[in-house]
């Protein structure tokens, strides 16, 4: 068993004397509980965040805003071969979460990520952007 990043998991002596790699240091479980008890909104808000992320038409989206920020919805529905009204409809999923943001120019609205940790995400998971993007 491989331990989760900030846990150590200690050989504990099994009743046939040897040692079982799956336990886990009392203090470490309770650090756990603490941070959730702590802060149960945070651990909330972390799930919504990637209950939304979880949807592959979504993350198809928030990639190819990344990539082109500013794009009207026709040419993002283009970009990830949906129809309009379902980009729409997962646009304004992404929008109430504040991951994505939207400006009005003339008739259209124009697509940009909203959240900061979301764009460092993306550029971690290896995400693009245009070559007219300004580098960051």
Same mark, same amino acid.
């Given at each position: 068993?491989?331990? !989760?990043?900030?846990? =150590?998991?200690? @050989?504990?002596? !099994? @009743?046939?004397?040897?040692?079982? !790699?799956?336990?886990?240091d009392a203090q470490d479980v309770g650090a756990v509980q603490v941070v959730g008890a702590a802060r149960p909104e945070v651990i909330d808000d972390? /799930? #919504?965040?990637? %209950?939304? &992320? ?5 993350? =198809? ?7 082109? @920020?500013? $794009?009207?919805?026709?040419? &993002?529905? =283009? /970009?990830? +071969?949906? +129809? ?5 409809? /997962?646009? /304004?999923?992404? =929008?109430?979460?504040? $991951?994505?943001? *939207?400006?009005?120019? +003339?008739? #259209?609205?124009?697509? *940009? $990520?909203? *959240?900061? %940790? ?5 550029? %971690?998971?290896?995400?693009?952007? !245009?070559?007219?993007? @300004?580098?960051?």
């Amino acid at each position: 068993m491989t331990a !989760s990043p900030g846990f =150590r998991a200690r @050989p504990a002596a !099994s @009743p046939t004397g040897t040692s079982d !790699s799956r336990s886990v240091d009392a203090q470490d479980v309770g650090a756990v509980q603490v941070v959730g008890a702590a802060r149960p909104e945070v651990i909330d808000d972390w /799930a #919504e965040l990637f %209950q939304a &992320l979880a949807d592959t038409n979504r993350l =198809r989206l928030l990639l190819a805003i990344h990539h082109t @920020p500013g $794009i009207n919805v026709t040419d &993002l529905a =283009r /970009a990830v +071969g949906m +129809g309009a009204n379902a980009t729409s409809h /997962a646009l /304004a999923a992404l =929008r109430l979460r504040g $991951i994505v943001r *939207s400006e009005r120019a +003339g008739r #259209e609205r124009r697509w *940009s $990520i909203a *959240s900061d %940790q979301i764009h460092g995400l993306l550029h %971690q998971v290896g995400a693009t952007h !245009s070559p007219l993007h @300004p580098e960051h």
